[in-house]
C-alpha cells in the first residue's frame, strides 16, 4: 500500500499494553479536536473528536484529553492490538472566514508487536 | 450507504500535463473539501464546497482549482503539473453547514498522482 508518511515519529508497543498518542496544537481558538487513523491505502478513518468545553472524552477503548493551557491533545487507546496498526492524526478546526476546515498535525505511526 | 468515491485510485501523469481528479460525495452529504497528502508536508486542505459554491480555500497556487455540480459531486484540476504535485489527493464529504461540527467528515481512499 502507499506510505503515507516516511518519516514519522513511531510508537511502539506490545499487543495488550495501552498505547498514549500525543499531539501540539497550534491555534488558542480552535474550539473542535478530532483523532483520526489511517490505515495503508485508505483515508484517514475518524475515531473520536472533543469540543474545548470539555477535558475528556471517552469512547470504545478510547481517550481523548485536552489540555487547553498548554494547548496539547492526547490519544489513549486501552488494550492495544495489531489491527490498531496505523498512522493517527490530530486535527483542529481551524476556522476560516466562519467555515469549517480541518488542520491536521503531522502524525504518528503506532506499531503494535505480538 | 456508499461511501465517499475517488476516481481514478491512481495516475502518473507527466510534468506540464494537467489532471483532474473526481469525488462522489456520501448522498445528501453537500459539503465537499479536498486535502493533499505528502511524506514532507502531511495533510493540507485545498479547498471546500458547499452548494456549488467554493467557500474556503487554502494555501495552494491558482493551478490548484475545483468544482462542484449540483448533485454535489466534485472535481478538482491542477494544471501544468509540477514533479511536486505527486501526493495522495483525499476528498471528504460532511453534511457541514456554516460553524457545524466537522467531525462528521468521511474521507475518500484517495487518488495517488505521480508526475513524472
Known amino acids: 500500500g502507499e506510505s503515507v508518511g516516511l518519516h514519522l515519529p513511531t510508537l511502539s508497543v506490545q499487543e495488550g499494553d495501552n498505547s498514549i498518542i500525543n499531539c501540539a496544537y497550534s491555534?488558542?481558538?480552535?474550539?473542535?479536536f478530532i483523532w483520526y487513523k489511517q490505515e495503508s491505502g485508505k483515508g484517514p478513518q475518524f475515531i473520536i473528536d472533543?469540543?474545548?468545553?470539555?477535558d475528556k472524552r471517552q469512547g470504545q477503548r478510547v481517550t481523548v484529553l485536552l489540555n487547553k493551557t498548554v494547548k496539547h491533545l492526547s490519544l489513549q487507546i486501552a488494550a492495544t492490538q495489531p489491527g490498531d496498526s496505523a498512522v493517527y492524526f490530530c486535527?483542529?478546526?481551524?476556522?476560516?472566514?466562519?467555515?469549517?476546515?480541518?488542520?491536521f498535525g503531522a502524525g504518528t505511526r503506532l506499531a503494535v508487536h505480538p | 450507504k456508499a461511501g465517499v468515491t475517488q476516481t481514478p485510485r491512481y495516475l502518473i501523469k507527466t510534468r506540464g500535463q494537467q489532471v483532474t481528479l473526481s469525488c462522489s460525495p456520501i448522498?445528501?452529504?453537500?459539503?465537499v473539501s479536498w486535502y493533499q497528502q505528502t511524506p514532507g508536508q502531511g495533510l493540507q486542505f485545498l479547498f471546500e464546497?458547499?452548494?456549488?459554491?467554493?467557500?474556503n480555500k487554502g494555501n495552494f497556487p491558482g493551478r490548484f482549482s475545483g468544482r462542484q455540480f449540483s448533485n454535489s459531486r466534485s472535481e478538482m484540476n491542477v494544471s501544468t503539473l509540477e514533479l511536486g504535485d505527486s501526493a495522495l489527493y483525499l476528498c471528504?464529504?460532511?453534511?457541514?453547514?456554516?460553524?457545524?461540527?466537522?467531525?462528521?467528515?468521511?474521507f475518500g481512499s484517495g487518488t495517488r498522482l505521480t508526475v513524472v
Open positions: 448522498s445528501g452529504h453537500r459539503s
Open positions: 486535527a483542529e478546526n481551524g476556522f476560516s472566514g466562519g467555515y469549517n476546515k480541518l488542520i
Open positions: 471528504a464529504s460532511s453534511l457541514a453547514g456554516r460553524n457545524s461540527d466537522p467531525g462528521g467528515y468521511t
Open positions: 464546497y458547499f452548494s456549488e459554491t467554493q467557500r
Open positions: 472533543i469540543r474545548s468545553n470539555m
Open positions: 491555534n488558542s481558538a480552535s474550539d473542535y
